[in-house]
């Protein structure tokens, strides 16, 4: 059965039901449909987050499928209500662009996802569209105001940082010429199409505390230049309150279930390679007031997911993880120890051995935050058990627990053991995570800590166009911000290609992109985009619709 299969196998629970498991009452939703609903900002109970405890889940650097956090995160969410812990797991919502391209949907897979799993992969309750259109409306402020005489900011065009967003993987809107046509056209310029997942606005909805901070902060979106060199922001333009009212529902967290009948809250969703790769903070303080215990994800590995969760939404929210589950496959060890992806269905335990040294790392790394750790084996149906001895002999041997997990073949059933280890860890643990820099520090001393620390760099370089935009934030005031590194997720360095732990290598910061609205400055490595492109054949060309509206090929 493939995981759409099983998704339509299961019976459904009415949304109301899965609500009262939280104590929500049926005139507290806002209902959309019949399985899904909207969550009021007024349950969120700081009293009742402090006692409750957040679990991470984060990853080894993936293949380019992925290595299944968010299937290990719902399997230990089931788990862990098997085992009597009241818990919900808080999860992203998937981008279009992944779904129609190589990665497929983001709602777990075989009998540990989050359902209905067709409307979740697809419009959901309209969130990505809402972000969407706000975004595009500062777009359309903008080249107005350049079009506007009377009511003109003296927008220098060459200057403008905005670009615009849609939700899908398409290479040719990457670069753009607008305003052709005339007078009637506008004022002609150069910009471009970033994913709706990589806009800032999804970031501001990811870091708000409410409907007015989020008013705030895209008003701080910075826009560019005057002419005399004076900066502009979305308040200038006074846009900020106009795209809040398109996402004053989308603020509002949403609640779904899982296989299993457990509730599940999915919430915004940056990518962790271009953004910060968590839900929302709204959505991870509504897990907590609601439940005892919440196990959320950060997005690819470790270096890109896991870092951002902490040094930036736990940073901004006061939260502090109480225990990490780093997912490992053994498909993706095979692929560090130098296994082509053509191959990584046939045993290979020195191959195993061999790339243990990313597993190695990540765990290194997670060891810099003071929170406990646990490795759990996302076991794959062609996974030998020689190289899962490898796998928990080599973790053995660094004193770290590891624990084979079947959440995608069993359900709750095959995650028991990793819930009672996680909550163990969990229940014993208070102290909060220790961050990896300070954001008082300059932005130059923040991008070294991350690029030495994390990911393994001997140096940072940067080019002209870096170093100008270092004197600019400087100018501007926002250089006390935090860091959030634009990095290919298939590499702890900046080029894809170096698997395994590289060492020794410099780190490339060729931009630094301004998300004052956001809250943090973004440097770009390498040869990241933020619009990516479909691959040679698409997941799209496999997805159909019947007479009956009975959806397929959806994975």
Not at 23 to 43: C, F, I, M, N, S
Not at 157 to 184: E, H, Q
Not at 321 to 335: C, F, G, M, Q
Request: with cysteine; net charge neutral.
């Amino acid at each position: 059965m493939t995981d759409l299969d099983i998704a339509k196998s299961v019976t459904l629970q009415p949304i109301r039901n899965i609500a009262a498991k939280l104590g929500v009452t049926e005139d507290q939703l806002d209902y959309y449909g019949r399985y899904k609903a909207k969550l009021p900002l007024d349950l969120i109970n700081k009293e009742k987050i402090a006692k409750s405890k957040l679990i991470l889940v984060s990853a080894i650097s993936p293949t380019p499928a992925g290595e299944g956090k968010t299937t290990m995160s719902i399997g230990l969410a089931e788990g862990l209500n098997r085992i009597g812990k009241k818990t919900t797991v808080v999860l992203r919502e998937p981008s279009l662009g992944p779904v129609f391209g190589i990665k497929g949907g983001a709602t777990g897979g075989g009998y540990s996802q989050v359902l209905p799993m067709e409307d979740i992969n697809l419009h959901f309750t309209g969130d990505f569209a809402a972000i969407e259109k706000a975004h595009n409306l500062l777009s359309a402020l903008i080249d107005n105001n350049l079009q506007n005489t009377k009511n003109s900011l003296n927008l220098d065009p060459r200057t403008i940082a905005w670009k615009r967003v849609m939700d899908m993987n398409d290479r040719a809107l990457r670069n753009v010429i607008v305003g052709l046509g005339g007078t009637s056209g506008g004022v002609p310029r150069e910009t471009g199409f970033d994913i709706t997942a990589a806009s800032e606005v999804m970031a501001i909805l990811c870091l708000s505390e409410n409907l007015e901070d989020l008013k705030r902060r895209l008003g701080n979106i910075f826009v560019g230049f005057t002419w005399d060199k004076q900066p502009i922001f979305a308040r200038d333009l006074k846009a900020n309150g106009a795209m809040a009212a398109l996402l004053k529902d989308a603020i509002r967290p949403n609640l779904v279930q899982t296989i299993e009948g457990n509730p599940a809250i999915i919430h915004g969703g940056p990518f962790a390679n271009i953004a910060q790769g968590t839900n929302t903070i709204i959505a991870t303080r509504m897990g907590l007031s609601l439940s005892d215990y919440v196990v959320t994800e950060a997005g690819f590995g470790f270096d890109l997911g896991a870092e951002k969760f902490m040094n930036i939404k736990c940073r901004t929210a006061g939260l502090s993880p109480n225990a990490i589950v780093i997912v490992a496959t053994i498909r993706a060890l095979k692929y560090h120890g130098g296994v082509s992806l053509k191959e990584l269905q046939s045993s290979n335990p020195e191959a195993v051995a061999k790339g243990f040294c990313n597993l190695e790392k990540h765990l290194e790394n997670s060891k810099l935050y003071n929170v406990p750790v646990v490795v759990a084996i996302n076991r794959f149906i062609n996974d030998s058990n020689e190289e899962i001895n490898v796998l928990k002999e080599k973790c053995n041997k660094m004193g770290v627990p590891v624990i084979l997990a079947e959440g995608w073949a069993k359900g709750g059933a095959g995650t028991e053991e990793l819930a009672h280890k996680v909550a163990a860890l969990a229940d014993v643990n208070n102290t909060p995570f220790t961050p990896l820099y300070d954001w008082s520090w300059s932005v130059e001393e923040k991008i070294k800590a991350i690029a030495t620390k994390i990911y393994g760099a001997a140096d940072v370089e940067y080019t002209p166009k870096a170093k100008i935009d270092l004197r600019r934030i400087e100018k501007l005031g926002l250089a006390q911000l935090p860091v959030c590194i634009a990095k290919t997720q298939k590499s702890f360095s900046d080029n894809p290609d170096l698997i395994g732990r590289p060492e020794g290598f410099t780190l490339a910061v060729r931009e630094i992109e301004i998300a004052a609205g956001a809250g943090f400055l973004v440097p770009i490595t390498g040869e990241m985009m933020r619009m990516p492109g479909l691959p040679n054949i698409p997941a799209a060309e496999s997805i159909d619709v019947d007479a009956e509206g009975n959806i397929t090929g959806l994975f």
